[in-house]
């Protein structure tokens, strides 16, 4: 089978006064997504985390997200609101101490995945308000797995903030812009 | 084989006004490391940041750190500096273009890792004079790893930034503080 060819255009978001071009990048044979980068793009990062600031629900207590692209944007988040994070792994780690471990079934590029929570962290997610935080929610697979894991931890979620959407998902999502899903060559 | 008790004292560190027990972690059957841990902790990472500002060196123009636990950390450097920052990862990403492939020998714990820079990441760090950013450095197998990709990349090593050392590089890293490479139980 070939691969359709790479539009020409990439997809142009903005965000507060920082503008950027996506990569697309081929989802199976079908068509291409826009990327988002934050890893090694301070500026972006924390213009959607400003942006995301007002987005997130009155009351809440903490915030929970998972690794590797939001990581930089969750600890921004963090450090805007005064609001603790946790970070939800995809690995074990030797030091975790009674870990919660979940699957995430079903995800977009049809490979299941295992988060990790480390047991300490887990605790401090307990009686809390819990925000989730994403860089995209699509299906929202990710979102229900990181759900699951606070009501594991004994916290209540509080709602899904993520910095784009893409597609449809049931949950409500709160977010600064929507990605196309597909973007046709 | 017995595992040694672990120490009833953690370790504790001071950066700023922030203050942290740090968890100790079995390291093979000889004893504890303390275990740094930026995920999750905003507060202590913005501390590490606003105390390492002033030891970037002079002519720094960016930044190469690797996941996961040093991301927050270089984030926030590159925040507070206004230096661009790069992310080696650990693993290929898909949609990764001519990525560069650099083996890091020997680790701390005995497994070799593969680190992997995205060309179109690779293509900002050449001509330009780059500092290693980590949390830990401690025999500097991975610094050194960081520092062949910065020249593959055609950039120039600046200088070896680390939020503590452990134990003794022959690296010239600069570093807050030194944690014990082994605490006996």
Redesign the interface.
Known sequence: MSQPNQPSQPFEITVGNVTRSL?L?PVGQMGFVP?VEF??D?EL??AVAQALLPLIPEGTEALLTV??NA??LA??L??LSGL????A?KKRR??MQAPLIQEVPGLTLGVSETLWLDG??AR?LGGKKVVIVQDVIATGAMATALARLVERSGGTVHGYLAAFKQGESSLPVRALQELPGRVEP
């Open positions: 990569r990048v990327l890893l090694g301070s990062t924390r690794v590797t990581l930089p600890h921004e963090s450090d603790p994070y946790e970070v792994r030797t030091y300490l962290h401090r």
